[in-house]
């Protein structure tokens, strides 16, 4: 029953919501860059480098949202990086991928020990504050959660529509998503693949940097090491989930937001009987079944993890 | 820009190249350094030293490598077949996992049977734990690296788990750490009173073994196929679903060895910083060492020399060891350009 209670609460929703916002800020960049047809996983690292540079900029005394550019631009870098060695010289989707995240997530940390030498614990700054939409955010059960949630919540809302919008209605949004089933076509409009890919993957990396800042910007207040924890694999699986399409990809990432909390809050009620590993342990078990269960009806970007050769067949 | 495959491919340009993504990351390093505020040559040197300079610092390189021969095997065999196991931190903690529930007196034998038991045991755990993703992506197609990535999370929270219960031990004031291996179970060190064990002699083994089954045998052969072109292969009636799920078992179990050697030989009881990432570090080893077994060997200790020659540098100046791992990042990035390199020519068209 009281299992059942915690889905009436409002405070459970503002959390999933809260939860929701990292992943799809990264979701949507994953997807980008999937859809272009180069993978990412990259992911994970540029997430720590955005958290760490969104919080660290805002922390020497700039601005929130200059904060939040900065680190858009960190993991731009990172994406230009992953693009220029995957794109133009082809080389493996996934070992590049990988060396990006491993690279990232060090030189984070050696930046981290080097700009913070004498700190014990992780100096906090003041992060967005909630802003409440008036009347809408009155509305019982989903006002508060999606309508009294900090600027970033809205931007990642917002920027799901801006990608979709993208994507489906604008030329540059029809040559990624032909850039990623047959670059060839696009090659013989004029258009260069290499470009779009690289664009795609920067602008991808950048949303996936916002993503990590959101943790330390807005969900919480101050870096820490290893807190993405996982969250960019799962946003992996979560543009498989939602067959590389925005919306759809939105509502796996809120699904899964949602069994996130609800965890958190089934561990108060339940914990003395199952240990707490078992729930921390259900969001990746969740995305793994998910995964399966869309596995046979995944259709993939066709170009996706195949490098393009002018002139090659 | 393009690429062209070279026709020919000369000794001095296949050793130029990885010469030059050596060269590469130590200019990215010096720069890191610097801005750290010291001296490139004098850090090096400490490295190097650290690393190579004593007969106490060669044991340490060599006692570090040993884990990362493992991993580094193990991601080196399923690379080659295009299958992409990302997951040799949980088959890692998997074999330490099975190495203390059978290792802390669970089975009352004699070392020269304990041994034996204890390794197939793990081997066996391990490679069950990697057949999961391999069945996955042959029956649903469902990308194993999502998989092994996401399993990593689910085996180090289950370990954590174990630590705080079944595996507890009752004497170690309250720390989430095992019991302790039986003496029967322990690998023997190599040297008296040295760090360096056993489970180096058997990582140069598996090395062997490993090399052995790459290049010499059937199963190499349909791998490198399957690995090179998976529709050629299946046309030239080459098994690949059955040589995926062999590749699996042999690339976990090989991973899992690492958990064995670092709690029998080393550490003695299971804890949850057992690897300080192992299994993600096998990758960087495996793509330096070109995905050679006898490779991998060199590649770890080389790895193994820069993480313990960091350390001990940093504890003399002020650059955080965290450069170990940069330099290691940049090494697997630069080295997989350098190979691309010596097989195409840019052409700037």
């Known amino acids: 029953m009281e299992a059942f209670e915690i889905l009436l609460n409002a405070s459970f929703w503002v959390a999933a919501i809260r939860i929701a916002s990292p992943l799809i800020f990264a979701t949507m960049g994953e997807l980008i860059s999937e859809r272009a047809g180069v993978l990412n996983l990259g992911i994970e690292g540029i997430m720590t480098v955005g958290a760490f540079v969104g919080w660290f900029t805002v922390y020497a005394g700039g601005g929130l949202w200059f904060g939040v550019c900065a680190a858009a631009l960190a993991g731009a870098a990172f994406g230009l990086l992953h693009g220029f060695l995957t794109v133009p010289l082809g080389l493996s989707q996934h070992v590049t991928g990988i060396g990006i995240t491993l690279l990232a997530t060090s030189l984070t940390y050696f930046s981290y020990r080097l700009l913070l030498p004498e700190v014990t614990s992780p100096p906090k700054i003041e992060a967005f504050a909630p802003f409440a939409i008036p009347v809408l955010s009155d509305i019982p059960l989903i006002g508060p959660a999606l309508f009294a949630q900090t600027p970033l919540t809205y931007l990642a809302f917002i920027t799901v529509g801006i990608v979709a919008w993208g994507l489906y209605r604008t030329p540059a949004g029809l040559a990624v998503r032909v850039v990623g089933e047959n670059p060839a076509a696009v090659e013989a409009q004029g258009i260069s693949v290499t470009l779009i890919r690289m664009a795609a993957v920067a602008t991808g990396s950048a949303l996936m940097a916002i993503g990590g800042a959101f ?9 820490f090491f290893e807190m993405i924890n996982g969250r960019g694999w799962i946003c992996i699986a979560l543009v498989v989930f939602g067959s590389w399409r925005p919306g759809k990809a939105l509502l796996g990432a809120i699904l899964f937001a949602a069994f996130d909390a609800y965890q958190i809050r089934l561990q108060q009620v339940a914990g003395d009987l199952v240990p707490y590993q078992v729930f921390l342990m259900l969001p990746y078990i969740l995305s793994i079944l998910a995964l399966i269960a869309v596995a046979r009806r995944a259709t993939y970007p066709k170009a996706l993890m195949i490098p393009y050769q002018k002139g090659e067949r | 820009m393009r690429l062209e495959p070279r026709e020919t491919q000369s000794a001095a340009m296949t050793l130029a190249y990885p010469v030059g993504a050596i060269a590469t990351t130590l200019v990215i390093a010096s720069i890191l350094v610097m801005l750290a505020g010291a001296s490139p040559f004098n850090v090096f040197w400490l490295v190097l030293k650290g690393a190579a300079g004593s007969q106490f610092a060669l044991i340490e390189t060599l006692t570090r490598a040993t884990p990362l021969i493992f991993t580094g095997l193990a991601v080196a065999v399923a690379f080659r077949a295009r299958l992409w196991n990302i997951g040799a931190e949980a088959q890692l903690y998997i074999g330490a996992v099975i190495t203390v529930v059978l290792g802390t007196g669970a089975l009352p034998l004699p070392s020269a049977i304990l041994i034996p038991v204890l390794t197939a045991s793990v081997l066996l755990g391990g490679a069950l734990v990697l057949l999961g993703p391999a069945f996955l992506k042959i029956q649903f197609g469902v990308d194993e690296v999502v998989t092994t990535l996401l399993l990593n999370f689910i085996v180090l929270l289950f370990v954590s788990m174990l630590l705080e219960g079944a595996l507890k031990d009752p004497m170690g004031l309250g720390w989430p750490q095992s019991k302790r ?5 322990q690998l023997p060190r190599l040297i008296q009173g040295k760090r360096l064990h056993f489970g180096f002699i058997l990582a140069l083994a598996s090395a062997m073994i490993t090399w052995f089954i790459m290049k010499k045998s059937t199963l190499g052969y349909e791998m490198r196929a ?3 072109n998976p ?28 958990g064995y050697s670092e709690v029998a030989g080393l550490k ?3 804890t949850l910083d057992l690897s300080p990432g192992y299994g993600y570090t096998g990758i960087v080893v495996a793509m330096l060492a070109m995905l050679n077994p006898a490779g991998v060997v060199a590649a770890a200790i080389f790895v193994a020399g820069i993480f313990v020659g960091a350390d001990a540098m940093s504890r003399a100046t002020n650059v955080p060891s965290y450069i170990a791992e940069v330099m290691v990042a940049t090494a697997l990035l630069t080295m997989v350009t350098a190979i691309m390199l010596s097989r195409y020519r840019i052409k700037w068209r």
Request: hydrophobic share 60%; aromatic share 6%; no cysteine.
């Open chain 2, 181 to 185: 291996v039986i003496a029967e179970a």
């Open chain 2, 231 to 258: 529709q050629a292969a299946a046309f030239a009636g080459i098994p690949v679903n059955r040589v995926l799920i062999k590749t699996a078992l042999l690339s976990g179990g090989l991973a899992s060895l690492a």
């Open chain 2, 268 to 270: 003695g009881n299971l």
């Open chain 1, 215 to 223: 943790l330390t910007m807005s969900a919480f207040n101050s870096f």
């Open chain 2, 226 to 228: 399957v690995g090179h």
